[in-house]
């Protein structure tokens, strides 16, 4: 059986462990903070390869940022990393094969090859955190675009209440309305300058009305987006991650959804994986180009 190194590499943390091709994890996840400088990144790598070089067909890591087409090199700016880091040379740490993807595509991969959307070739992965991400899949491959950076989930959904999205400028962008951050102002609009996402959510389950305002604003724009993609994709799936998909009401919003949409119906899911998706999808990505050669 093929077994991989396997990273994710994210702004704060930088996550490893042994995957085999079912995307099972063969040892424990070790988790280390992510050093300073981009060298220091890439020392971290090097040794960590080294030292498990002769048990593994290769290596795979996923990453903040746009990767290009070969899955070789990072073509973006990544704001949350070291500078010079979208320099790093991943081709040469290791002589055996290496596959580098974006961190919210592999994670779509993983949920597409052996989680919550397995089984359908046209599927979106949108990931609910402090913003929103996305990975897009289309007849049965990832979409990339020209330099990577496809699936931006950067797309104007309201002009009326004139936010500004922390990630790309604009104002009244979806992602300021579906993200954690865009639960956060809502929480202050209806419950007060102080309240955050956790009050939303409390107040929820106590029954106040405030608090349902909130969330009903927050869930009807992540529709809203929802019925966009839809229309535009034509998916069999979309898949909510991240930190907020475990307080969307599936039901209610896969009806309400599946009722304004163009295409034939998709199903409304939550995602199979947590936290480790990243490094399973990029684990059989890597494993699937093995197989091929
Ligand atoms: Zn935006």
Request: glycine fraction near 12%; charge should be negative; aromatic fraction near 8%.
């Amino acid at each position: 059986m093929k077994k991989v190194l396997s990273f994710d590499i994210g702004g704060t943390k930088i996550a490893y462990s042994i995957i085999n091709e079912k995307g099972e994890f063969l040892n424990e996840v070790i988790k280390v903070s992510t050093p300073k400088t981009s060298s220091g990144i890439y020392d971290l790598l090097k040794t960590t390869v080294k030292g498990l070089e002769e048990e593994i067909a290769g290596v795979a890591i996923a990453t903040a940022g746009a990767v290009n087409g070969q899955g070789t090199a990072i073509t973006s700016h990544v704001g949350n990393l070291p500078e010079g880091y979208n320099k790093t040379d991943f081709m040469s740490l290791t002589a055996k094969p290496v596959l580098v993807e974006n961190d919210a595509n592999s994670a779509a991969w993983a949920e597409y090859s052996i989680g919550a959307a397995q089984g359908c070739n046209n599927a979106i992965i949108l990931t609910l955190g402090t913003g929103v991400g996305s990975g897009i899949i289309v007849d049965g491959k990832l979409l990339k675009g020209k330099s990577g950076a496809a699936g931006e989930m950067h797309f104007p959904i309201d002009s009326g209440h004139k936010r500004v999205c922390g990630g790309c400028g604009m104002f009244d962008c979806f992602e300021s309305f579906a993200s954690g951050t865009g639960l956060n102002t809502n929480a202050r609009e209806y419950m007060g300058a102080d309240a955050t996402s956790y009050d939303v959510i409390r107040g929820l389950k106590e029954g106040n009305h405030q608090a349902r305002a909130a969330f009903d604003k927050w869930q009807g724009y992540l529709a809203k987006g929802l019925i966009m993609l839809a229309n535009i994709f034509d998916p069999e799936v979309i898949v909510l991650s991240g930190s907020m998909a475990k307080f969307v009401e599936y039901d209610k919003i896969n009806a309400e959804v599946n009722s304004q949409i163009l295409t034939q119906p998709f199903k409304l899911k939550e995602a199979a994986f947590e936290n480790n998706a990243g490094m399973i999808g990029a684990a059989l990505l890597l494993i699937e180009r093995l197989d091929h050669k």
